[in-house]
């Protein structure tokens, strides 16, 4: 589905600037110094920031805290009285002297999903900087989207997130209907073609396979993709392949975390890292945390044996429970430290 709405978009910059010079420069060069409305944003900026001591756009005007943007401030993440607010390493918000030299974070806000990036670059570095800039390279799924890459498309050829053979997506969508290929294609040969690009021809989008260290421009597109169901190690290859991996909870402040984001799903569970050991019958996480913390539903488990997975419901409660791993539910992967997305 295509999203509508506004997105924003961080960019760390690492020159270090007072908050009135690192103010001017986002507005010269982006929107304005980084807005945080909500603990996802934080997330987002965390990520973008890795972790490092830098300028935010919240201030002091001497009667009330503001945003550089003029937003009204409806979300804190205090720490702790100086001028000027920074993110920590921790990533919890400092207010500083607004003279200090910092790092600083900008935004970009966009009504826009679907970005086309006029650059040359092959497939595997377009998906890397989609990756790194946006969400992805883009997805065409159905005629709505069809349409909306339609009207950017200026007639060449252009990267998109199909590739491989079977075809699926970059962003892991396993939703591949698209049938307008253009004549003779696809024409696998030698086992080069694999990755694709879009083209508009006469107003009608065509498919065509190319090498994938063909250099073209690309779509990238920003907002999370609607929730796909996969299997547990379906959906760890997925995470690890994407994103750190599926996700593992070891406190009360992550499990909620965690059922936030579960929220989202359209599945009545979400997978978790959690597997049981065939040989032991004990429960542990894949990605290797160790913790005493759980929140086990009270009804019995480990009664079908091996090939037993954790998953948590996705309302209703944040209880873990054990499901068959070959069912197919939505999954929450992570990046680095820090919760990532629901599909």
């Given at each position: 589905a295509?999203?509508?709405g506004?997105?924003r978009?961080?960019?760390f910059?690492?020159?270090?600037?007072?908050?009135?010079?690192?103010?001017?420069?986002?507005?010269?060069n982006?929107?304005?110094?980084?807005?945080?409305?909500?603990?996802?944003?934080?997330?987002?900026l965390?990520i973008s920031?890795?972790?490092?001591?830098?300028?935010?756009?919240?201030?002091?005007?001497?009667?009330?805290?503001?945003?550089?943007?003029?937003?009204?401030?409806?979300?804190?993440?205090?720490t702790?009285?100086?001028?000027?607010?920074?993110?920590?390493?921790?990533?919890e918000?400092?207010?500083?002297?607004?003279?200090?030299?910092?790092?600083?974070?900008?935004?970009?806000?966009?009504?826009?999903?679907?970005?086309?990036?006029?650059?040359?670059?092959?497939?595997?570095e377009?998906q890397?900087?989609?990756?790194e800039?946006?969400?992805?390279?883009?997805?065409?799924?159905?005629?709505?989207?069809?349409?909306?890459?339609?009207?950017?498309?200026?007639?060449k050829?252009?990267?998109?997130?199909?590739?491989?053979?079977?075809?699926?997506?970059?962003?892991?969508g396993?939703?591949y209907?698209?049938q307008?290929?253009s004549e003779?294609?696809?024409?696998?040969?030698?086992?080069?073609?694999?990755?694709?690009?879009?083209?508009?021809?006469s107003?009608?989008?065509?498919?065509?396979?190319?090498?994938?260290?063909?250099?073209?421009?690309?779509?990238?597109?920003?907002?999370?993709?609607?929730?796909?169901?996969?299997?547990?190690?379906?959906a760890?290859?997925?995470?690890?392949?994407?994103?750190?991996?599926?996700?593992?909870?070891?406190?009360?402040?992550e499990?909620?975390r965690?059922?936030?984001e579960?929220?989202?799903?359209?599945?009545?569970?979400?997978w978790?890292?959690?597997?049981q050991?065939?040989?032991?019958?004990?429960?542990?996480?894949?990605?290797g945390?160790?913790?005493?913390?759980?929140?086990?539903?009270?009804?019995?488990?480990?009664?079908?044996?091996?090939?037993q997975?954790?998953v948590?419901?996705?309302?209703?409660?944040?209880?873990?429970?054990?499901?068959?791993?070959?069912?197919?539910?939505?999954?929450?992967?992570?990046?680095?430290?820090?919760?990532?997305?629901?599909?």
């Open positions: 295509v999203a509508s506004h997105f978009k961080y960019h910059v690492k020159d270090k600037k007072s908050w009135f010079d690192a103010q001017s420069y986002c507005r010269e982006h929107t304005d110094l980084a807005t945080i409305e909500s603990q996802e944003e934080t997330e987002k965390n920031a890795g972790f490092t001591d830098a300028w935010i756009g919240l201030y002091y005007d001497e009667e009330n805290w503001q945003w550089s943007n003029g937003d009204n401030v409806s979300y804190y993440n205090w702790s009285s100086l001028n000027c607010t920074s993110v920590d390493s921790n990533g918000w400092v207010d500083s002297d607004c003279h200090d030299n910092k790092h600083f974070m900008c935004y970009n806000e966009t009504s826009e999903r679907y970005i086309l990036i006029e650059q040359l670059k092959t497939w595997y377009a890397q900087y989609c990756r800039h946006h969400t992805d390279l883009v997805s065409v799924k159905n005629e709505d989207e069809n349409n909306k890459i339609k009207q950017k498309a200026n007639g050829p252009v990267w998109i997130g199909l590739f491989n053979n079977p075809w699926k997506w970059s962003d892991g396993d939703n209907t698209l307008n290929w003779k294609q696809p024409d696998i040969h030698k086992g080069k073609d694999k990755c694709v690009v879009i083209q508009n021809k107003n009608k989008l065509t498919l065509n396979d190319d090498p994938c260290s063909t250099a073209y421009p690309f779509f990238c597109y920003d907002g999370k993709e609607p929730c796909s169901n996969k299997t547990w190690e379906e760890v290859e997925y995470c690890r392949s994407n994103h750190t991996d599926l996700v593992s909870i070891e406190s009360e402040q499990l909620q965690v059922y936030r579960a929220n989202e799903a359209s599945s009545s569970h979400v978790l890292g959690l597997l050991s065939c040989t032991f019958g004990f429960w542990y996480w894949v990605d945390a160790q913790s005493c913390y759980d929140n086990w539903a009270p009804e019995p488990r480990c009664q079908s044996g091996c090939n997975c954790g948590m419901t996705a309302r209703n409660g944040s209880k873990w429970t054990e499901k068959p791993c070959t069912e197919r539910f939505n999954f929450i992967c992570y990046n680095g430290k820090l919760i990532g997305f629901v599909f």
